[in-house]
């Protein structure tokens, strides 16, 4: 009788570590789900999702990728396909090289603000300075004009760009350099020239 009961017990014993087992197992294979799919949401996120959400945040996306030289991010913040609207690489291309020209050691972001806006597009501008080898900040802004498609937005390609736009954004850009903000970039822009003479040549003659 003793023998049997060792025997059960025994019996109920390992049927008892098998079911933790399985246990622990399934709560190994939730907890890899729970975080793929949160590392998922970060590569989403940092890659593609949160840069959509704003015109503002696509235009610092552009700017930032192309400061790195990464064509592939650049790309993806324009609305394209597989074939790129004409002009577009060639656009891509002419940045890459002019950031290189510079040899940016950083990016440091001034301001993003939309300019102008309507139900077609949104014109936005990005102050920022390109932080040299030599850690001199040489001022820039650009523009650009960003479009809505499927509550996300995208930076248009050159080609998108009509006739009736170019006009709205040079109205636009004419009001914007009465602004604090642009007289800013000036007087910035020129304390760099005159402490660095031949400058813009330079960078001309790497980009031509």
């Known amino acids: 009788m003793t ?10 014993s390992g049927k008892r570590r098998r079911r933790n087992a399985r246990r622990n197992q399934n709560y190994m294979i939730g907890g890899a789900v729970v975080l793929f799919v949160f ?17 503002e945040g696509v235009v610092e996306a552009l700017v930032k990728a192309g400061v790195d030289g990464k064509e592939r991010s650049m790309k993806k913040c324009y609305d394209v396909g597989e074939k790129l609207p004409e ?19 950083k990016l440091k972001l001034e ?13 936005v501008y990005i102050r920022y300075n390109l932080v040299l080898e030599n850690e001199q900040e040489y001022p820039c ?14 930076v248009f390609a050159p080609s998108e760009i009509t006739k009736e736009m170019s006009e709205a954004a040079a109205s636009a850009y004419a009001k914007f350099m009465t602004t604090e903000t642009y007289k800013n970039y000036i007087k910035a822009y020129d304390t ?9 040549e330079k960078i001309a003659g790497k980009t031509a």
């Not at 060639?90 to 950031?99: F, G, M, V």
């Not at 993003?112 to 309507?118: K, M, R």
């Open 111 to 123: 301001e993003c603000e939309v300019l102008s806006q309507n139900k077609d597009y949104t014109y």
């Open 141 to 154: 802004i650009t523009t650009y004009m960003v479009k809505e498609k499927d509550k996300k937005y995208y």
């Open 39 to 55: 590392i998922l949401i970060i590569i989403g996120v940092k890659g593609c999702g949160g840069k959509h959400r704003s015109p």
């Open 192 to 200: 760099f020239i005159k402490k660095n003479p031949g400058y813009e």
């Open 87 to 105: 002009g577009l690489q060639a656009e891509i291309d002419a940045t890459i090289k002019y950031y290189k020209a510079h040899k940016v050691s």
């Open 3 to 12: 023998t049997k009961k060792k025997g059960r017990n025994g019996s109920r």
